[in-house]
C-alpha cells in the first residue's frame, strides 16, 4: 500500500464495461442497516467483485475467519450487468475509516473511480436512529437534488428536513454533490442498540423499486425474524427489570416505615 501512511489502495481485479452505472453504498454503521442491505444485494443478484479497498486508516485489527485464517480490514467493490435497468457498483465492507481526514481520502477514491467508470448517480444506505422498536420501521431520505426529493416522496420516502448524516455514509453523498453526480440517501428507521435486518429490508424494499429491480427478500426475512426474537427477548429482560425494580420500590417503602 506504500509508505504514505494516510494512502488508499484500491486493488481493481479487473476493470468492468458499465452501462450508466449507479454506485450503491452500504457500509457499516448503526444496526448494520446499509452493511446487511447492500451484501444481501450482492449475494441474492449474484454480483461479481472487482475491487478491493485498504487503507491504513481502517481500524487496526484482522478479522479471524472460520478456517482459523485471519484477514486484514478492507471494503469491497462489485458490479452487477443489467437487462432492464442500470448497471449497479456496490460498496460494502468491514469497516468505515476511523478519522475523518480518511473518511475524505477513501470517499474521494471511491467516487473518482465510479466516475471513471460512468457513474453519474450514487446511492447510500444508512440508518435513522430513533431509539425505538418498531414492527414496521419507516424509511427516510435526502438528495442532493430538489426534483430527486420529490421522486423519493413519491416511493413513500419521508424526507429529512434537519439534521446530519454522519460518517461514510454521509460523506460520499455530499461529495458526489461536489463532483457534479446525483447523491441519495436512504435510511432505515432503527432503534441503533441492535443489528436490524428489518431496517435494512425496508430499505431495500424502496430501493429496489425506485431501480425497477426484483430482489428475493427470503434470506433477509430470515435474518429479520431473529431480530424480532432479540427485540422480544429485550423487552421480557426491560419488563423483568421492571418488576424487580417495583419490588425494591416497595421494600424501601416498607423499611422506611419501621424506621
Known sequence: MGED?????IHLL????LKNPVLVCGLPGSGFVGKLAVEHLIKE???KIFGVVYSYNFPPQVIIKPNGTVDILKNELYYLKSKVSNDLILYTGDSQPITPEADYQVADKILELASELGTEKIFTLAAYITGGFVKEPKVYGTATDISATND???YGVILMKEGAITGMNG??????KVR???GLSLLGETSGYIVDANASKAVLTIFSKIMDIEVDMTR?????KNTEKIVKK??????NQDSHSEVGKQNNKNLGYIS
Do not use: Y
Open 152 to 154: 423519493l416522496s413519491n
Open 180 to 182: 457534479g453526480m446525483l
Open 171 to 176: 460523506l460520499l453523498v455530499g461529495l458526489a
Open 14 to 17: 479487473k476493470k468492468p464495461e
Open 220 to 224: 433477509l426475512i430470515e435474518h429479520v
Open 5 to 9: 501512511l494516510t494512502s488508499v489502495n
Open 45 to 47: 443478484l449474484d454480483a
Open 234 to 239: 429485550l423487552g421480557q429482560l426491560r419488563n
